[in-house]
């Protein structure tokens, strides 16, 4: 198993409050990710980083703000939680191969977030 | 954005059954993976498909990269209970050594009857 840890593993939260959820990595991947898993939506991108301190939005990114200042961390906050954010969040990591391999997303065990 | 549409949504199967499953997209893809998802855990990868007519097997699981790139396809062979779980498609459509922006399918829920 790749190594990523999630943590915590599951939160409740009341709305308004901000969140940071937290993604460790002991493979030296470049590429770190976050998804959001919903039912009927499958896994949907919120934000990635390529290298430390460079990220990107990805397709449901509002309201989500990442940091990573570190190749082994990737912090995903909520600034100000809604209910809409309820939700199971995965972080995933990949590496630059030749061939094309770096498309190949490893993912952590995901966080439970509640928001109340 | 793009999308990826998968079906069948669900399979309830008897042990023993081959399985088929597919994923199609409104546009094309160079990448196509296979994740499996069991209860309280992370996706897995099963199989990571590159080029146009691609056949790669991992066990009993046989997956294709279709001739248009816009389709995929997973087959499970001989099913047995541990089978059970969401297998999801995700496909890619951006250069070698770019950051990976996977899309995904909304998954096939996987059931198998003793």
Same mark, same amino acid.
């Given at each position: ?81 809604t209910s ?24 952590g065990q ?7 | 954005?793009?999308?990826? *549409? ?5 399979? $309830?199967?008897?042990?023993?059954? #081959?399985?088929?499953? /597919?994923?199609?997209? !409104? ?30 097997? *991992? ?5 294709? $990269?279709?001739?248009?790139?816009? #389709?995929?396809?997973? /087959?499970?062979?001989? !099913? ?12 890619h459509a ?21």
């Amino acid at each position: 198993d790749a190594g990523i840890t999630q943590s915590p593993r599951h939160k409740v939260t009341e709305t308004g409050t901000p969140v940071t959820l937290r993604c460790h990595q002991t493979e030296n991947h470049r590429y770190m990710y976050w998804y959001r898993q919903d039912p009927g939506h499958g896994l949907r991108l919120i934000h990635y980083s390529y290298g430390v301190k460079d990220t990107d939005k990805g397709e449901v990114s509002d309201g989500y703000s990442v940091s990573r200042s570190k190749t082994e961390d990737f912090l995903l906050t909520l600034e100000s939680a809604t209910s809409s954010q309820t939700s199971v969040y995965f972080c995933a990591i990949s590496e630059y191969k030749l061939g094309g391999a770096d498309t190949e997303a490893f993912f952590g065990q995901g966080t439970r977030l509640t928001v109340v | 954005g793009q999308q990826l *549409n998968q079906s069948p949504q669900s399979m $309830f199967i008897q042990e023993g059954e #081959d399985v088929s499953m /597919n994923c199609t997209s !409104s546009s094309i893809f160079n990448t196509w993976l296979w994740y499996k998802q069991e209860p309280g855990e992370g996706p897995v990868l099963l199989i990571a498909l590159y080029k146009a007519g691609e056949l790669t097997s *991992n066990g009993r699981l046989t997956a294709q $990269f279709g001739i248009t790139r816009k #389709d995929s396809f997973l /087959n499970i062979s001989a !099913s047995i209970p541990s089978d059970v779980g969401i297998y999801f498609c995700a496909g890619h459509a951006r250069e070698p050594g770019t950051a990976s922006k996977l899309t995904f399918g909304t998954g096939t829920r996987l059931q198998v009857m003793l």
